[in-house]
């Protein structure tokens, strides 16, 4: 393997990181990275233990001097979002990441780079495996499937760690600790797929909508970026009420917790409007790219001829679906009155496919409220329930309530004073994080989040910034340093 990162400080970290890489770990696919793990543990004679789903944790016992210490539990998910650009060729379940050096950035080659949590779970194997650094017993848990519902931290077994205080290391915004998260549901619709022939005399296309930035659907649904179902939709239902268009397949988006970058659709349209369909295309999606000229610059619309399919959607079941969609509410629905700047209540619409005789839409909403959350899940369920779709909506997951009084917040508050002269800002975070279903396994577990810098995180855009991973790096090592006593039981 050509190493890429290895002159990067701390050194062993990246080495670690870039090992990672080499190792396919999509969600629910997580078999070959949780062997490179128990691999590494059987390597430094250290204890693990797994429970029924896979979630996996590493013991290493206290350091001399620092036997009377609390145990610290170490926190990261294993799997990683598979994203890639439009005609990048790369396979999440064969081929490794290749990380590269950018401007003071580490990212990948048109794909997403896994830094989220990868760099977490370099951070616990690089103080797993070093015997100078100061610390108290440690467990170092790494949770399955985080991506696609949280189902490792939702099946976590009761009796894997002793710790009560966790260090989340899933956070992506260097000089922020998180305290609290916002609770999750998705809501997931779906259309009988009834299909027609297509009508003679028509012209076929292929629109597509690409060049968005997309992002988390938490950390990055208040900065304005467009939706590519939306904006594809939008394109479609003008289309529809002028030039007779229809429909034959519609594509979108990929993951329930990103945001849509790209969608696609392939219609059809009379010979007689033909000429009218580019020119109409052209001045809606100038007004749109208009609009998004500050936050999507990369936006692109292209209308291109293909062939004719072999069917259409119904129009009946077309005209439902693309009013639904246009109806639905995506973005910020509210925001929290008693912490600036953190939204309260969100809806991500996600992606929309087609397969099996059904059209599936997947959205997600997230709140800081248990009621902010169902309220904006039954909206966009109603709005789909009137087009006559079938409804389905999960369990969700519960929410993180912040506790200023923290003594794991204090001592991690203290260490980045020290460290780097500077106050951390303590905040709530709009993301969902393991931490409030990993507390309510654990009453009582007194948990912290924070990491580096990462920007672009469930998108191939994602990078993570090589001088906070420093300053991510030395922290944890303060606050190891710095960890309480054991208390008498």
């Not at 779906?190 to 003679?200: A, G, L, P």
């Not at 239902?237 to 519609?250: C, F, G, K, M, Y």
């Not at 993180?400 to 800002?425: C, M, Q, V, Y």
Request: aromatic fraction near 6%; include cysteine.
């Amino acid at each position: 393997m050509q190493r890429r990162l290895d002159h990067l400080e701390p050194n062993r970290l990246w080495e670690l990181f870039e090992d990672i890489c080499q190792v396919p770990r999509p969600s629910k696919k997580e078999e070959r990275i949780l062997a490179f793990l128990i691999d590494f543990a059987r390597a430094n004679n250290l204890q693990y233990k797994q429970d029924k789903i896979g979630n996996l944790v590493i013991r290493k016992p206290a350091v001399a001097g620092f036997e009377d210490r609390a145990t610290v539990v170490l926190q990261s998910h294993i799997d990683m979002v598979c994203e890639k650009n439009e005609g990048v060729d790369h396979d999440f379940d064969r081929d490794p990441i290749k990380p590269v050096v950018d401007d003071g950035w580490v990212r990948a080659e048109g794909t997403t780079l896994g830094a989220d949590d990868g760099i977490g779970m370099a951070v616990q194997l690089a103080i797993l495996e070093d015997t100078r650094i100061q610390h108290g017993p440690l467990e170092c848990l790494f949770t399955v499937d985080e991506e696609t519902g949280l189902t490792g931290a939702f099946n976590l077994g009761k009796d894997l760690v002793d710790g009560r205080i966790l260090l989340n290391l899933d956070s992506e915004d260097d000089g922020e600790l998180f305290i609290g998260c916002a609770g999750g549901v998705n809501t997931v619709v779906s259309f009988e797929n009834k299909r027609v022939d297509v009508e003679k005399g028509h012209r076929a296309f292929r629109i597509a909508v690409t060049g968005l930035k997309g992002g988390h659907s938490g950390d990055d649904i208040h900065k304005g970026r467009g939706n590519a179902i939306k904006i594809l939709n939008r394109l479609l239902w003008n289309a529809q009420q002028v030039l007779e268009v229809r429909l034959s397949e519609i594509k979108g988006g990929n993951l329930h917790n990103a945001i849509a970058r790209e969608a696609f659709a392939t219609i059809t349209v009379p010979e007689k409007k033909e000429k009218a369909l580019p020119g109409l295309f052209k001045t809606l999606g100038d007004e749109i790219k208009n609009a998004l000229k500050v936050n999507e610059p990369g936006l692109n619309i292209e209308v291109a001829a293909t062939d004719l399919p072999g069917s259409l959607i119904d129009p009946d079941l077309q005209k439902k679906l693309l009013n639904a969609v246009y109806g639905c509410p995506h973005g910020v629905m509210s925001w929290t009155p008693d912490i600036p700047d953190l939204v309260e209540t969100s809806t991500n619409l996600a992606s929309v496919e087609m397969s099996d005789g059904k059209i599936t839409l997947v959205t997600s909403q997230r709140s800081s409220l248990d009621t902010g959350k169902q309220d904006v899940a039954d909206m966009v369920a109603s709005v789909f329930t009137l087009a006559g779709a079938q409804v389905e909506q999960g369990d969700g997951y519960p929410g993180w309530e912040p506790n200023l009084d923290s003594p794991i917040l204090a001592i991690t508050r203290k260490a980045h004073n020290d460290l780097f002269g500077e106050e951390p800002k303590v905040l709530a975070i709009h993301a969902g994080l393991e931490c409030g279903i990993i507390g309510e396994k654990y009453p009582g577990m007194d948990m912290i989040s924070y990491g580096p810098e990462m920007t672009g995180a469930h998108s191939p855009d994602e990078r993570v910034q090589i001088s906070s991973v420093k300053k991510f790096w030395d922290l944890t090592l303060e606050v190891l340093r710095n960890a309480p006593k054991k208390t008498g039981k």
